[in-house]
């Protein structure tokens, strides 16, 4: 029988024209005591919650305390394809045969899950454990099973058990069975299985980015979050008459290892001169650059010895920002993902796809906005990611551009011999002529084209849906 699933919330508030507003789950008592104050307000439309949201983030030096309360998409999208009976109240969860979920949407990274928490709301402090979130009913029905833990991850891949093992630890301590959560991941990260034979965690995984690009496509132009106009090189603007100024783009907003290496490679072939390169927020305390980041991520991912000089010159190029300048340091994460300046990729030839993870271990792809900007925007890549992400594309039907680029990197699990051979084609295209990369960009601009309408049919693509289906193969009898 295909049993129902269905939707707890701690808290649902009325609105008097709309959708009742749903408040997330796994944030303290007192902020949801602090919303309610002004839930008269919420109903009107006078007050949004992003609004009581920013007051209560005025009263705190970080937003840790809003770890699971920063986006909605595990609901979002639950709302969007199923019946809203399914989303309910703890007091409507009854003795029937549904599978009832009480889901946590992760803004963050798995580790908030177990660690400690501070919240200051006006004149009181609270420091806390996500345990401490959890109504008393709630918790004895995570404990006898009744319901279903669901930890939303699924912006960002999984790509070594550590916190995988933290959180079966931590619901033991407090009397769950890890056996009643199910993390949905980025990625499908299996080998968790394979190190931990005895894990009781249940794991799934989806594409959250491959609808959100299509529907920004039908959008543009717009104003982005960053203040500009932001629009998408569509096929009416390629010409083959003009040579263009710039070869590569490449966009780094955290400095991760990999992302070090980029600019290790940046420099090394000399092609800030004629490319578009940004490198944000660099690695390091206090979000500086830092000379023993750089050498040891050089060291460990690319080369036995790494160019002293080389490593000393990146330095002085970071921060390399194109448009956060106007920023705060610490508004320089998380922008939206239609954030898009057509400009650069007219302007340019190839894109250099730095994803969120570039993991040798994992042989799981993990997919963010990153990879479809040059879809969206025409233009050939390479990709620096996890091992096999070209065959997964390929899977979804898109092309991608072997020979011309050599893309046997992508069957390469060795992170340091992958990123050799992924240097090899960065150099090869440099090494050409403007009018030899205009030359082989038209060779490949069928391809581009055809991937740029092919993401348009992912509009209505549900990401969740795949994870849904596990937890009912998870809890079938």
């Known amino acids: 029988m295909d049993r129902i699933l269905k939707l707890i919330y701690d808290n649902i508030l009325p609105r008097k024209h709309r959708n009742e507003e749903i408040l997330l789950n796994g944030v303290h008592p007192a902020v949801i005591s602090y919303i309610k104050k002004f839930s008269n307000d919420v109903y009107e439309g006078k007050k949004s919650i992003p609004q009581?949201?920013?007051?209560?983030?005025?009263?705190?030096?970080?937003?840790?305390?809003?770890?699971?309360?920063?986006?909605?998409?595990?609901?979002?999208?639950?709302?969007?394809?199923?019946?809203?009976?399914?989303?309910?109240?703890?007091?409507?969860?009854?003795?029937?045969?549904?599978?009832?979920?009480?889901?946590?949407?992760?803004?963050?990274?798995?580790?908030?899950?177990?660690?400690?928490?501070?919240?200051?709301?006006?004149?009181?402090?609270?420091?806390?454990?996500?345990?401490?979130?959890?109504?008393?009913?709630?918790?004895?029905?995570?404990?006898t099973g009744k319901v279903k833990l669901v930890l939303n991850v699924i912006h960002d891949p999984i790509d070594n058990p550590s916190p995988l093992i933290k959180i079966e630890n931590y619901l033991s301590l407090h009397g769950i069975d890890p056996s009643n959560c199910i993390v949905i991941s980025g990625n499908n990260y299996q080998d968790y299985y394979k190190i931990n034979p005895n894990a009781k965690l249940k794991i799934t995984s989806g594409f959250v980015v491959l609808g959100q690009p299509a529907a920004d496509m039908e959008k543009y132009p717009k104003t982005g979050s960053l203040g500009y106009i932001c629009d998408m090189v569509r096929e009416s603007d390629l010409d083959n008459t003009k040579i263009r100024p710039k070869k590569f783009l490449c966009f780094n907003r955290n400095m991760r290892p990999h992302?070090?290496?980029?600019?290790?490679?940046?420099?090394?072939?000399?092609?800030?001169?004629?490319?578009?390169?940004?490198?944000?927020?660099?690695?390091?305390?206090?979000?500086?650059?830092?000379?023993?980041?750089?050498?040891?991520?050089?060291?460990?991912?690319?080369?036995?010895?790494?160019?002293?000089?080389?490593?000393?010159?990146?330095?002085?190029?970071?921060?390399?920002?194109?448009?956060?300048h106007h920023l705060e340091k610490n508004q320089k994460n998380g922008f939206a993902t239609n954030n898009n300046n057509k400009e650069w990729y007219i302007d340019t030839y190839f894109h250099i796809t730095s994803e969120t993870s570039f993991n040798g271990d994992s042989r799981y792809p993990f997919f963010s906005e990153k990879t479809f900007h040059p879809i969206v925007n025409l233009q050939p890549f390479i990709f620096v990611g996890n091992p096999f992400s070209l065959k997964q594309l390929q899977d979804f039907g898109f092309k991608t551009f072997h020979p011309y680029i050599d893309e046997t990197y992508d069957q390469i699990v060795e992170s340091?011999?992958?990123?050799?051979?992924?240097?090899?084609?960065?150099?090869?295209?440099?090494?050409?002529?403007?009018?030899?990369?205009?030359?082989?960009?038209?060779?490949?601009?069928?391809?581009?084209?055809?991937?740029?309408?092919?993401?348009?049919?992912?509009?209505?693509?549900?990401?969740?849906?795949?994870?849904?289906?596990?937890?009912?193969?998870?809890?079938?009898?």
């Open 416 to 477: 340091k011999e992958r990123f050799k051979l992924i240097e090899k084609e960065i150099e090869k295209l440099a090494s050409m002529t403007p009018q030899e990369l205009h030359d082989l960009y038209y060779l490949l601009s069928d391809r581009v084209i055809y991937n740029q309408n092919l993401l348009r049919t992912f509009i209505n693509y549900y990401p969740f849906q795949t994870a849904l289906d596990d937890i009912k193969k998870f809890y079938s009898n």
């Open 259 to 324: 992302r070090n290496v980029l600019a290790y490679l940046a420099v090394k072939h000399n092609l800030l001169k004629d490319s578009i390169f940004s490198f944000v927020v660099p690695s390091g305390d206090n979000n500086n650059p830092d000379y023993t980041n750089i050498r040891g991520d050089v060291f460990h991912l690319l080369e036995d010895t790494p160019d002293e000089d080389v490593c000393k010159e990146v330095i002085k190029y970071m921060p390399l920002e194109l448009d956060t």
């Open 52 to 143: 009581l949201c920013d007051e209560i983030q005025s009263f705190n030096e970080d937003s840790s305390w809003s770890c699971f309360f920063r986006h909605a998409n595990f609901i979002g999208y639950y709302r969007t394809h199923f019946m809203q009976e399914n989303i309910i109240k703890i007091n409507e969860i009854k003795d029937d045969d549904a599978i009832y979920l009480y889901p946590i949407e992760v803004a963050t990274t798995l580790n908030d899950f177990y660690l400690d928490h501070r919240l200051k709301i006006e004149d009181t402090i609270y420091n806390y454990h996500f345990i401490d979130t959890l109504d008393p009913v709630i918790l004895n029905h995570l404990r």
